[in-house]
């Protein structure tokens, strides 16, 4: 079964310790991104990743890192979470546009089921 | 930068009747697809309908269809034969050729019985 999952499902946790949200994908997309999502924001993406090796900042980059060292997985790694990081977090895979390919791409993404984390 | 705009916060329809939930976007490109998501209670982001902005034709998926405006940069999702199970936040998104999504801040539908 195609799927995006993301562990753990629920975290509290209190400020300054490191944490990790992990996200693994069965299908072999090169995209990859990690959204926020806040009561009256929508969802706002974190950061993002074309491919292996390549990472790049989105909207809300701030306080997070993340690392894309193999195609399938793409951490989320909060080094000194804070409670303004209490939020629903959300990990998604697409296939990805390259040039000489056609665009665009035949498939949305594929969100995982969320991580709630709160920061006490 | 890509901007998407969901100016209801919320919205209430009865069972069976149809409703229509509005999206504006903001972009200089021509190349990009818009979606809408359906998040209900579960939490869970489920593709509800698409539409390719080089393709004229709206796009349908059984109850839900789109009206997509290009010139005034409008995608609207329209739920035909509202259902309880419609009830849920739904968000507009819009995807620009590296695959970035930029989403709306989300409408909270409630069918009432």
């Known amino acids: 079964e195609a799927q995006v999952t993301q562990n753990p499902r629920y975290l509290i946790t209190v400020t300054g310790k490191k944490l990790t949200v992990t996200c693994s994908q069965n299908?072999?997309?090169?995209?990859m991104s990690w959204y926020r999502q806040d009561p009256g924001l929508g969802l706002r993406q974190i950061y993002y990743?074309?491919?292996?090796?390549?990472?790049d900042k989105g909207d809300v980059p701030e306080g997070y890192k993340v690392s894309r060292k193999e195609k399938r997985n793409f951490p989320l790694i909060l080094e000194s979470p804070s409670p303004n990081q209490t939020s629903l977090y959300f990990c998604a895979s697409s296939p990805s546009s390259r040039q000489g390919q056609s665009w665009p791409p035949n498939q949305p993404q594929h969100f995982g089921d969320g991580t709630r984390l709160s920061i006490l | 930068a890509q901007t998407v705009t969901q100016s209801q916060p919320e919205m209430s329809v009865q069972e069976a009747e149809t409703v229509t939930l509005s999206c504006t976007y903001d972009t200089s490109e021509n190349n990009y697809y818009l979606f809408w998501y359906k998040q209900p209670p579960s939490r869970q982001m489920i593709l509800v309908i698409r539409?390719?902005?080089?393709?004229?034709q709206n796009a349908t998926e059984n109850r839900f269809s789109v009206n997509f405006q290009k010139a005034a940069k409008s995608f609207s999702l329209k739920i035909s034969d509202s259902q309880l199970g419609d009830t849920a936040m739904y968000f507009c998104a819009f995807m620009r050729a590296n695959s970035k999504l930029t989403f709306g801040k989300g409408i909270t539908l409630s069918v009432r019985p």
């Open positions: 299908m072999n997309h090169e995209y």
């Open positions: 539409q390719e902005a080089y393709k004229q």
């Open positions: 990743s074309m491919n292996v090796e390549v990472t």
